[in-house]
């Protein structure tokens, strides 16, 4: 029984090395096509590219107020869990989140403490929820992040936004 607890802590060794980070790391500016390819994209890697969209007007116009003026009356789908896990495998099980429709103030509010609940609120809905649900808020950001886009060889499926409270957790964790 020793031989297999160490092989498999081999193997597992053997992976985090071959293409799992301790930390996410940072690059101060875009890979070049071969580079995205060989060193993130293959591998399966995350990374963040440092001041990416500075030049986007989101980075500053997104603000809760403008965000409630452009978005606000409109109904929006808002998943909710009980504990932020959602899209994820928590204690041995995968979850889903329970999906919601509100205004988008009424989520704003939650998100902002100025209303409690329970449970724990958050905007991820897939399938490009930012050019169906929020098409008000696309002249503030590129249509496609032109170097993703090179390197792919097309422009992406789907363009998604997320919100959501502190307690949410990302399965990318």
Same mark, same amino acid.
């Given at each position: 029984?020793?031989?297999?607890?160490?092989?498999?802590?081999?193997?597992?060794?053997?992976?985090?090395?071959?293409?799992?980070?301790?930390?996410?790391?940072?690059?101060?500016?875009?890979?070049?096509?071969?580079?995205?390819?060989?060193?993130?994209?293959?591998?399966?890697?995350?990374? /963040?590219?440092?001041?990416? /969209?500075? &030049?986007?007007?989101?980075? #500053?116009?997104?603000?809760? #107020?403008?965000?409630?003026?452009?978005? %606000?009356?409109?109904?929006?789908?808002?998943?909710?869990?009980?504990?932020?896990?959602?899209?994820?495998?928590?204690? #041995?099980? !995968?979850?889903?989140?329970?999906?919601?429709?509100?205004? !988008?103030?009424? !989520?704003?509010?939650? +998100?902002? %403490?100025?209303?409690?609940?329970? %449970?724990?609120?958050?905007?991820?809905?897939?399938?490009?929820?930012?050019?169906?649900?929020?098409?008000?808020?696309?002249?503030?950001?590129?249509? &496609? /992040?032109?170097?993703? #886009?090179?390197?792919?060889?097309?422009?992406?499926?789907?363009?998604?936004?997320?919100?959501?409270?502190?307690? +949410?957790?990302?399965?990318?964790?």
């Amino acid at each position: 029984m020793q031989l297999v607890r160490e092989s498999l802590w081999r193997v597992a060794q053997e992976a985090r090395e071959l293409y799992l980070n301790d930390s996410v790391p940072y690059l101060d500016q875009p890979p070049t096509p071969l580079e995205l390819q060989r060193s993130w994209l293959c591998p399966n890697k995350p990374f /963040i590219v440092r001041n990416a /969209i500075n &030049h986007w007007p989101a980075v #500053s116009k997104w603000t809760a #107020s403008y965000l409630r003026e452009m978005v %606000g009356k409109q109904m929006v789908s808002v998943a909710v869990t009980p504990n932020g896990y959602a899209d994820a495998v928590h204690e #041995s099980r !995968f979850v889903m989140p329970e999906e919601r429709r509100m205004p !988008f103030a009424d !989520f704003l509010d939650i +998100v902002e %403490g100025k209303r409690t609940t329970s %449970g724990v609120f958050y905007v991820q809905k897939q399938c490009s929820n930012l050019t169906e649900e929020f098409p008000q808020l696309l002249p503030d950001i590129d249509p &496609h /992040i032109l170097w993703m #886009s090179e390197a792919l060889g097309k422009v992406p499926d789907a363009v998604n936004f997320w919100l959501g409270e502190s307690a +949410v957790v990302t399965s990318c964790k």
